[in-house]
């Protein structure tokens, strides 16, 4: 699954440490979010969401196989 995350950080000027400490996980996380080795949970995908104020949708990119 992809995202914007890194985007929307930039645009926002958010670092990746305060992302991570904003939603509670490490930035270790947050990288590999970032570079699609990782899905973020339902829960961490809303806890993202909300931090940058947008939908699930405006942060994740669902492709079906």
């Known amino acids: 699954m ?3 995350i890194k985007e929307l950080r930039k ?3 958010v670092t990746q440490e305060d992302l991570a400490a904003a939603v509670g996980v490490t930035r270790q996380t947050i990288i590999s979010l970032e570079n699609g080795k990782y899905n973020a949970s339902l829960q961490l995908a809303f806890k993202i969401a909300k931090y940058f104020s947008v939908t699930i949708e405006d942060t994740f990119i669902f492709e079906e196989d």
């Open 11 to 13: 645009k926002h000027n």
């Open 2 to 4: 992809n995202n914007k």
